[in-house]
Every structure is written in structure tokens, then in C-alpha cells.
């Protein structure tokens, strides 16, 4: 039940308008990726960022007291954003930070519903979806998505697995 509510719901959001484009600290889908580094400069200069010791861009997320470490994994499909991760760790290597981002999260925004549900190995993982935007927390992970353009880019990643499924079985 669960499940099918959430399959129908990312199916929903996959067909929506484009409305919902901004993301965690400011980044908008459809930047290329020379206007993400851009960004990722600027809010280096604006003191919001920083480089770590593993010469990553973090940012550190203070939540009652705790302090959570979040990097960035941008990704383009066609050379624009569609999707970014935010990896989450903290000094104390708490396991499932995810669940403090989404607590955060939810006492800033009301407006997206939020499905609970599990995953093969039994973990829970939240899906907040609103419009075209899907937000997922998961794995001590923080993920943004462009919903329709995150379809696509599964159609042609789908394409090219095929492609060389077939490339690979044609050797024998």
C-alpha cells in the first residue's frame, strides 16, 4: 500500500510543470555545471561554506547542538542540474543523520507531503514530494530532485545499460 502510494506519487510528480527549482542552500535545477562552481565560489566567499581536509566544498548544518557535516554531489542530465545529493556525516559518525536533516527539514516545510517507507533491507526512508520536486532522506543522505528531468535521465542511463548489455553479449 505504502509503496504503491509512493510509486504513484513520484509518477504524479514526474509529469508535473517544472515549478519547484530551488534546493538546499540556494542551488537552482537547470544551472550548468560552470554556474554550480560559480555558486559553490560565492558561498565560499560569503562565509557559508568551506573547503574541508579532504579538499571537499561542506557546509556545517547546526542542529540543537549537533553538528552535521553535508557535502555536495551535483548532477546534469543534458548539462543541467536535476539532481543533488547532500552526503551527511558528523564528528561522532551517528549513524542515519538523515533523520535529523528531515526533522529540520519538516519544521521549515509544511507544504511538501511526506511518505514513510521501507527499503529491501528494511530501512526506512522518507519521500517529501511537492509539484516537481522530490526530497528523499535516506542512507544519512539528503537528495534533491527534479522529478521529470530525473525521469528522463533513468530513460537514457536505462538506454545506454541496454546498449551495452547488448555490446558485451554480442562478444560471445
Do not use: C, W
Not at 566567499?45 to 540543537?64: A, P, T, V
Amino acid at each position: 500500500k505504502a509503496e504503491n502510494d509512493l510509486i504513484e506519487a513520484i509518477s504524479k510528480a514526474e509529469e508535473s510543470e517544472i515549478i519547484e527549482t530551488k534546493t538546499f542552500l540556494g542551488f537552482e535545477f537547470g544551472m550548468t555545471d560552470q554556474e554550480v562552481n560559480n555558486y559553490l565560489l560565492k558561498l565560499k566567499k560569503e562565509g557559508k561554506i568551506y573547503i574541508n581536509s579532504r579538499n571537499s566544498f561542506q557546509y556545517d548544518f547546526y542542529l540543537s547542538g549537533m553538528e552535521i557535516y553535508l557535502n555536495f554531489v551535483p548532477e546534469y542530465y543534458e548539462g543541467k542540474l536535476y539532481k543533488i545529493t547532500y552526503p551527511a556525516n558528523t564528528k561522532l559518525g551517528v549513524k542515519d543523520v538523515h533523520i535529523f536533516l528531515l526533522s529540520a527539514f519538516r519544521g521549515t516545510k509544511d507544504d511538501f507531503k511526506t511518505r514513510i517507507n521501507n527499503d529491501i533491507l528494511g530501512d526506512t526512508y522518507y519521500t517529501n514530494i511537492k509539484d516537481n520536486m522530490i526530497i528523499t532522506f535516506r542512507d544519512s543522505r539528503m537528495i534533491y530532485e527534479n522529478a521529470p528531468i530525473s525521469k528522463l535521465a533513468k530513460q537514457k542511463e536505462e538506454e545506454i545499460r541496454k546498449e551495452k548489455s547488448n555490446k558485451s553479449n554480442s562478444e560471445f
